[in-house]
T-cell receptor, first 109, second 111 residues
Framework: AQRVTQPEKLLSVFKGAPVELKCNYS??????LFWYVQYSRQRLQLLLR??SRESIKGFTADLNKGETSFHLKKPFAQEEDSAMYYC???????????FGAGTRLFVKA | SQTIHQWPATLVQPVGSPLSLECTVE??????LYWYRQAAGRGLQLLFY??????ISSEVPQNLSASRPQDRQFILSSKKLLLSDSGFYLC??????????FGAGSRLTVL
């Protein structure tokens, strides 16, 4: 069965500190992994996807198939990064996307 | 680019009343469409998805149903609402590549 686990409900860091939001998945095939973000009073939107291998707003995420993880990282957190972050998985070539429970990130001044 | 429109934004309904939440898509044809329920601490629960007109897959047995009468229209319905149907419902579309675009959401309160 497909499953996405985000072990932290809340993560609080100081501005300028590194941040890592954890995501582990369970899937028997080859998945596509995504990070979505929801800023206050905005719609849920795509942040990045693993096949793009991009850095978006300073965030990166590497797919580790051995550890079945897709952690989101940023070396220096900014206050505007405060938001709700969701890790998501979709089967390659499939139609369903399932989400983790989400991690709320607070970046303190 | 794709835009997802949802309405109503807020709805308060008595127990036992019917429900209809509507979602329309602008800017793309033949998208995959999805209904999710967002609950605090539990993330997004996939309720239904559709890959085409009248093609609906249900993920969770429940009091709700979905229909897709037109390519760009996706409707979430119930004949008789339960208290447990209260929540925040999100419509999403994927024109391809499984990248989802979300609507603004509909908050349903059942009293």
């Amino acid at each position: 069965a497909q499953r996405v686990t985000q072990p932290e409900k809340l993560l609080s860091v100081f501005k300028g500190a590194p941040v890592e939001l954890k995501c582990n998945y369970s899937y028997s095939g080859s998945p596509e992994l995504f990070w979505y973000v929801q800023y206050s009073r905005q719609r849920l939107q795509l942040l990045l996807r693993h096949i793009s291998r991009e850095s978006i707003k300073g965030f990166t995420a590497d797919l580790n198939k051995g550890e079945t993880s897709f952690h989101l990282k940023k070396p220096f957190a900014q206050e505007e990064d405060s938001a709700m972050y969701y890790c998501a998985l979709s089967p390659t070539g499939g139609f369903k996307t399932i989400f983790g429970a989400g991690t709320r990130l607070f970046v303190k001044a | 680019s794709q835009t997802i429109h949802q309405w109503p934004a807020t709805l308060v309904q008595p127990v036992g009343s019917p429900l209809s939440l509507e979602c329309t898509v602008e800017g793309t044809s033949n998208p995959n469409l999805y209904w999710y329920r967002q609950a605090a601490g539990r993330g997004l629960q996939l309720l239904f998805y559709s890959i085409g007109i009248d093609q609906i897959s249900s993920e969770v047995p429940q009091n709700l149903s979905a229909s897709r009468p037109q390519d760009r229209q996706f409707i979430l319905s119930s004949k008789k609402l339960l208290l447990s149907d209260s929540g925040f419902y999100l419509c999403a579309g994927a024109p391809g590549a499984n990248v989802l675009t979300f609507g603004a959401g509909s908050r349903l309160t059942v009293l």
